[in-house]
């Protein structure tokens, strides 16, 4: 056994709503995303007690983590592993240039450990997510529930890696902002337990 993690991704930011890759850029929540966090809150308030929260560095996290996280937890830390990935020199590209003009998809795909121009590989995000993870599961008990607060891409590329053994299974994984993806890990070398994926009813009616 092990904690049960619950993932969430961060609200919603402009890029979101036009179609650009921000990964390391640091981008701030959209009105709408500071309603679907604040929403998130009110459901964890009602449903959860919260041992710890941990966020990624990026202020969407941050502050997503902040407004989601019922006031009574007080514990909140910043992990920087649970950065989204950064494609570095390609960073606020449109979606359909980077697919057009760079093939980013599929070279990520086929070979894990290219990265773009001063960005990261799939095999690096791979890793610090699944060594942040590991680490914030073995320093809660098992009857804990701790919120992770981190990225459409990164978690994807978790899950592939932590419940299907390569982080290439990431294209199984959409998250919707503000959704909650309820894991717990092995602690015998299993694959880790997907209890819930993508759920956000709680973001109702105004999502």
């Not at 036009?18 to 459901?43: F, I, N």
């Not at 093939?103 to 990520?108: D, G, K, M, V, Y």
């Amino acid at each position: 056994m092990a904690p049960r993690l619950l993932l969430l991704r961060h609200g919603q930011i402009t890029a979101n709503r036009v179609g650009r890759w921000h990964g390391s850029t640091d981008s701030p929540l959209t009105l709408r995303g500071r309603w679907q966090a604040w929403r998130t809150g009110r459901y964890l308030s009602k449903k959860e007690n919260l041992a710890a929260v941990y966020t990624s560095p990026l202020q969407r996290c941050r502050h997503t983590g902040a407004l989601a996280a019922p006031a009574s937890v007080a514990n909140h830390k910043v992990e920087n592993g649970l950065a989204e990935m950064s494609i570095g020199d390609w960073e606020d590209e449109r979606f359909e240039v980077l697919h057009r003009e760079h093939n980013l998809i599929e070279r990520l795909n086929e070979d894990i450990h290219w990265a773009p121009p001063k960005g990261e590989g799939m095999a690096t995000v791979a890793a610090r997510m699944r060594e942040s993870l590991e680490r914030i599961s073995a320093a809660h008990s098992d009857e804990e529930t701790v919120l992770v607060v981190s990225h459409g891409v990164a978690m994807a590329v978790a899950l592939g890696e932590l419940v299907h053994g390569h982080p290439t299974e990431w294209a199984r994984y959409h998250f919707a902002n503000c959704s909650l993806t309820q894991l717990r890990l092995s602690d015998d070398g299993e694959p880790a337990q997907l209890i819930d994926f993508n759920s956000y009813a709680h973001r109702l009616p105004f999502s």
